[in-house]
Every structure is written in C-alpha cells, then in structure tokens.
C-alpha cells in the first residue's frame, strides 16, 4: 500500500527538484534575472501580441496580485517588460514584453520541453491527462 499522507512534501520535493532544473537550464544559457516562479507571466506574455492589463496576468497566473506585481517589477528592473498606466483610466496599468523580453521565446520553449521530459519521463499520455486531472481537483478542494 502506498502512503497518502505525504502528499504535501512530495508536491513540495518534486518543485524543488523542478525549480533546480529550469535554474540550471538559465545559468546554462546565462540568462539574468529571472527565476522559476516567472514562467507563469512569461509564459502568458509571450502569447500575447498586444499589450494587456496586468489583471489580465494576475487572472492567467492564478497568484496574487501582490505577487504578480512583484514578479512584473523584477522582470522590468531587468529590462524583460515594460509597464505604463493606460491613457483612457489611470486604474489600470498594462504590461508588455520588451524587444529582449521577446527573446527569450526560444529558451523559454527549449527548457519547458526539457522540463516535461524529465518530469514525465516515460509515463504515457493517458496517466498524464489522469495526473493533471487529480492534481486540479486537489488544488479545487483547496480553493474552497
């Protein structure tokens, strides 16, 4: 029988083990400034072809605002982003990518696919769907 009940520290060991990887992956490349925890606002910016509130990448990340404005700060001290406040309501601010934000395109890609091969390994595309679909259903439970 397989014990349960450690499913925190596993979840918790398995992004440290993830986190040292994509760390490696940009000392390698000799990228500066970014950290794990911004894939999630990479990620979203670089879909984007226009520039987009920053609610738009709080609501896409999942994280709090807070954070996320944080994470924009420091991706914008390192020149990645640019943000300025929108012209029609001083409310909203919006964010873009710079020119070297832009840039990071193809690393961004070369050391996600990296990281899914290790995480998954050999397990089929099925038990992938099966896993990704439990995991949301633990972060829902958590939600309430």
Do not use: C, W
Request: hydrophobic residues 35%.
């Amino acid at each position: 029988m397989v014990d349960t009940g450690g499913i925190v520290g596993q979840i918790g060991r398995i992004r440290e083990k993830a986190n040292a990887l994509i760390e490696r992956e940009l000392k390698d490349r000799k990228i500066k400034g970014i950290v794990p925890a911004h894939g999630a606002v990479l990620s979203f910016l670089l879909r984007q072809n226009q520039p987009v509130p920053i609610r738009a990448v709080v609501e896409s990340v999942r994280r709090v605002k807070s954070t996320v404005t944080v994470m924009i700060g420091t991706l914008e001290k390192h020149g990645y982003l640019r943000k300025f406040p929108s012209e029609a309501d001083a409310r909203v601010t919006y964010v873009e990518l710079t020119p070297k934000g832009r840039r990071l395109q193809k690393d961004f890609e070369e050391i996600s696919v990296a990281l899914r091969n290790k995480l998954y390994g050999d397990m089929s595309q099925k038990d992938r769907e099966r896993l990704v679909k439990q995991l949301d259903e633990i972060e829902e439970n958590l939600s309430e």
